[in-house]
């Protein structure tokens, strides 16, 4: 008698513990369909599951950038694509979103789970690219679309009627300890928004001295011991090369003992800054941001709206000066007169969104 194939199903992974700790081990958050009731228990926990993303401050940013029917939104950091998701369908039908993002690994599942929502093919235009380069992407689409409807000239379609650029690292990034952005688990110590291009973090620092590396660690994350840090991280550095985020952390940490004088913060903040400054340079995100900011205007119809949610001081003031400047320059008609934060219930259900800071401009 010839043996059926079974029907049972694979015996999953064996992991230490009670619960699972590492990434590739939370079988049931990375098949939430299979597991709706487990899953539903730890969003209300005010989790974020493993290698997905909880969008921040949908109803104000839907609010300020009140999309309608028929126009089209550029999505600059697709990320996820939670925000994107509310934003396409608000402006059917008719309506188009272009989104854009530098990740080669999340664009395309994010693309997958945008599509799959059902939309007309033609509404959504997805581009692996650096958001720095914004204004390019629409003279081209704008180009394309004047070939194809040769009865309006191409100026009059030219820019967005409403931009978001969500500028925070996405959960699916932090979570993935082979990405190298966490100091949680242990992993390459990488950073690299597209791992195909620039240098690693461990790369940057052979190629960094002491000054250097304090003013990144001051400029990028106002670490208020950037000099005792920086001479520390070079100093093991040269002694055996920071290849992973464990053997960093572990520098960090001890350097903040001797350094801390009494404050109240711990020695997490101290790694959270340092990864900060670290990835702001390996993927020169303010040389990004600048650009960007500095074409924006161009990129928006008359009317246009533009809204962008940053994490830390550095972002922020650069998006506050840009946007004061276009006002009294009468390149915008208004600005938001202050920082739009999520709300305490926001904060509570996702921690992660305490630190969102959110401003808004409309073109004149």
């Known amino acids: 008698m010839t043996d059926l194939p079974s029907e049972r199903p694979q015996r999953r992974t064996r992991y230490r513990g009670t619960h699972p700790q590492q990434f590739g081990d939370k079988y049931k958050e990375h098949q939430p369909e299979l597991y709706a009731d487990d899953v539903a228990h730890m969003v209300a926990s005010g989790k974020t599951l493993a290698g997905t993303h909880r969008p921040v401050m949908v109803r104000e940013i839907l609010e300020v950038l009140a999309p309608q029917p028929g126009e089209t939104v550029v999505d600059c950091t697709l990320g996820y694509g939670g925000h994107a998701a509310e934003l396409l369908a608000a402006v059917q039908p008719g309506g188009r979103l ?37 204004a390019g992407f629409l003279a081209e689409l704008t180009a394309s679309d004047a070939l194809v409807n040769e009865s309006e000239p191409a100026e009059s379609n030219y820019g967005a009627d409403v931009l978001l650029a969500d500028l925070g690292l996405s959960s699916m990034q932090i979570d ?3 990405r190298g952005f966490t100091f949680k688990f242990d992993g390459p110590l990488d950073m690299r928004m ?24 001051d400029e990028n994350a106002d670490e208020p011991h950037a000099v005792e840090m920086a001479t520390a991280i070079l100093k093991a550095h040269s002694r055996s090369p920071l290849t992973t985020t464990r ?10 003992t001797t350094t801390k004088h009494g404050s109240a913060e711990t020695d997490d903040d101290a790694v959270r800054r340092v990864f900060q400054a670290l990835r702001i340079a390996v993927n020169d995100e303010f040389g990004a941001l600048d650009t960007f900011l500095r074409n924006l205007p161009s990129c928006l119809k008359p009317g246009g709206r533009v809204a962008i949610l940053s994490f830390h001081s550095g972002e ?20 938001s007169p202050e920082i739009i934060r999520p709300s305490a219930a926001e904060q509570r259900a996702n921690p992660r969104s305490s630190a969102a800071k959110l401003r808004y401009a409309v073109r004149r």
């Open 98 to 134: 272009l989104g854009v993002d530098a990740d080669p690994i999340e664009l395309p599942k994010t693309e997958v789970r945008l599509r799959a929502l059902g939309f007309a093919p033609e509404a959504l235009v997805v581009r692996r690219m650096n958001y720095a380069g914004i």
């Open 176 to 178: 993935d300890p082979a």
């Open 194 to 217: 597209n791992p195909a291009r620039g240098l690693p973090a461990s790369k940057l620092l052979s190629k960094l001295d002491a000054d250097e590396l304090a003013q990144l660690l």
């Open 247 to 256: 053997a960093l952390t572990d520098v960090i940490r001890s350097t903040f």
């Open 316 to 335: 922020d003031r650069r998006v506050k000066l840009a946007f004061k400047q276009g006002l009294r320059d009468n390149v915008y008609a208004s600005i």
